[in-house]
């Protein structure tokens, strides 16, 4: 893709964390080591692009396409991991036909490096979410659903962690409850955990005892619920915790041009970001780490 066009694709917006209001070359060293975080969430088993009628989403989204953009900013930052945030499956026939196997693999080929589990995920029950993890070159990870007595039991793990340019980088999963969302008989005896007291938990296993440079939190609990203001979400999550630099959302299939920055429970700031669904939408996080110095953030939508 050519610069120009790649350039007139995105949607750029400064996220400075405890920054202020200083440009991006403000904090550029040559000790300055840069982490991009590229995400997704609720593609929904869109594999292919909107057709050219397709209302606002004309002409927009596909896999192929994600898949050029996705290498051409691994070329520009090799430093780069590729997350997912859940409901992955249902919403096309590609789902219904293959049960989610051209999805896993799919996102193996684009080199996805981790992603969580949403609601529709269990569409197929427990156990053909576990028929289709042969096809998955990469690693789901939940902290908040208990998969003790299923088939997922020593698959889903809480959190990994990847060491990129010596930056290491912890990454846990958190699920939305599933009751009233997914029938039991789907999810079987997946135990759903309240996801503050556990994310407070990981946070600080990835901070303290994992001693990671970055804590990144891959949610499917949703942005925010107008409606129901006091209901757990993103937002809330971001201020009761602490140690979390980056929130990456889904379910609530909320678009934000910009990642909103909330105060955590220390005064710090956190990044709380979710791009929409269908595949629509690539999200770009980009961290600044400087030794001895506050890290950095500069944010990029991209429209597929």
Not at 59 to 72: D, F
Not at 282 to 297: H, M, S, V
Request: hydrophobic share 35%; proline share 4%.
């Amino acid at each position: 893709m050519k610069r120009r066009t790649f350039i007139q694709q995105t949607t750029a917006a400064s996220a400075l964390i405890g920054l202020g209001s200083l440009t991006l070359s403000s904090f550029q060293s040559p000790n300055t080591k840069k982490i991009t975080i590229l995400h997704t969430n609720d593609v929904h088993s869109h594999i292919d692009p909107f057709g050219p009628d397709d209302g606002r989403n004309a002409n927009k989204g596909g896999i192929a396409r994600r898949a050029s953009l996705i290498e051409s900013i691994r070329k520009e930052n090799p430093n780069t991991l590729l997350l997912d945030a859940g409901d992955i499956f249902q919403g096309t026939p590609y789902f219904n036909y293959y049960g989610g196997e051209l999805e896993f693999k799919l996102m193996s080929i684009l080199k996805y490096d981790l992603a969580t589990i949403g609601n529709h995920d269990f569409d197929n029950g427990i156990n053909g979410l576990y028929k289709q993890l042969p096809h998955a070159n990469f690693e789901f990870v939940s902290a908040n659903y208990d998969f003790t007595n299923t088939v997922l039991d020593t698959h889903v793990k809480p959190y990994r962690t990847f060491i990129k340019d010596g930056v290491k980088i912890g990454i846990f999963g958190l699920g939305i409850e599933l009751d009233g969302l997914v029938g039991k008989d789907l999810y079987k005896e997946t135990i759903y955990n309240y996801p503050v007291e556990i994310a407070q938990d990981m946070s600080r296993i990835l901070k303290e005892e994992e001693k990671c440079d970055l804590v990144i939190c891959l949610s499917h609990i949703g942005y925010f619920y107008k409606k129901n203001p006091d209901r757990i979400c993103d937002l809330k999550l971001a201020r009761e915790t602490k140690d979390i630099d980056l929130i990456i959302g889904g379910h609530t299939h909320t678009f934000l041009p910009k990642p909103t920055i909330e105060k955590n429970s220390a005064g710090k700031n956190v990044l709380v970001n979710q791009v929409g669904c269908y595949g629509l939408y690539l999200g770009q996080i980009d961290f600044y780490l400087q030794e001895g110095k506050e890290k950095k953030a500069d944010s990029t939508t991209i429209i597929v």
